[in-house]
T-cell receptor, first 116, second 112 residues
Framework: AQSVTQLGSHVSVSEGALVLLRCNYS??????LFWYVQYPNQGLQLLLK??????LVKGINGFEAEFKKSETSFHLTKPSAHMSDAAEYFC??????????????FGSGTQLTVLP | SQTIHQWPATLVQPVGSPLSLECTVE??????LYWYRQAAGRGLQLLFY??????ISSEVPQNLSASRPQDRQFILSSKKLLLSDSGFYLC???????????FGPGTRLTVT
């Protein structure tokens, strides 16, 4: 069974500082990897995904993530935080061997606070 | 473009009452459909998914049920709500062989 660990349930950064949100997965085969963002009382919005190819993937709103197989990690970064980045972020994985319906396994989430 | 709707947006129900939440997808055909629950301070838990009309797979045994009466409609139901059913319910969809899921705006359910 797959699992996803997000280190740090709450992360605070100053506006303009680097954002680093950590995600590690446990899977016998490298899975598909995703980062989603959730603003209060809203659904989840896809930030970026890794399926195959280049291990550094760029997403929306200036975010990017790097798949590191040796570390089983998929950390999310943004060079300069903006106040509008304050939200909850979820890392998720999907088994490559899934059938027609892909079951996402989510981490427990990281609440990002951006300080002025 | 594709759009996913959920209603109602918020719901307050007494313990023991029935529940019906609806999810509808527009702009695509034969999507896979999913119901998740997000409890306060916790991640997302997959409840049900469906690959076609009338085809429902349950991930968590509980007093909830799901149905798919039409290709792009997914309904979450309960005959008698429990306090523990409170949470934020999210519907999602994907194409048969796509990778990512797209989420609806969610329904906030409070059972009192």
């Amino acid at each position: 069974a797959q699992s996803v660990t997000q280190l740090g349930s709450h992360v605070s950064v100053s506006e303009g500082a680097l954002v680093l949100l950590r995600c590690n997965y446990s899977s016998s085969v490298p899975p598909y990897l995703f980062w989603y963002v959730q603003y209060p009382n809203q659904g989840l919005q896809l930030l970026l995904k890794y399926t195959t190819g280049a291990t550094l993937v760029k997403g929306i709103n200036g975010f990017e993530a790097e798949f590191k197989k040796s570390e089983t990690s998929f950390h999310l970064t943004k060079p300069s935080a903006h106040m509008s980045d304050a939200a909850e972020y979820f890392c998720a994985v999907s088994d490559r061997s899934s059938g027609s319906a892909r079951q996402l396994t989510f981490g427990s989430g990281t609440q990002l606070t951006v300080l002025p | 473009s594709q759009t996913i709707h959920q209603w109602p947006a918020t719901l307050v129900q007494p313990v023991g009452s029935p529940l019906s939440l609806e999810c509808t997808v527009e702009g695509t055909s034969n999507p896979n459909l999913y119901w998740y629950r997000q409890a306060a301070g916790r991640g997302l838990q997959l409840l049900f998914y469906s690959v076609g009309i009338g085809q429902i797979s349950s991930e968590v045994p509980q007093n909830l049920s799901a149905s798919r009466p039409q290709d792009r409609q997914f309904i979450l139901s309960s005959k008698k709500l429990l306090l523990s059913d409170s949470g934020f319910y999210l519907c999602a969809w994907d194409r048969g062989h796509s990778y990512e899921q797209y989420f609806g705006p969610g329904t906030r359910l409070t059972v009192t």
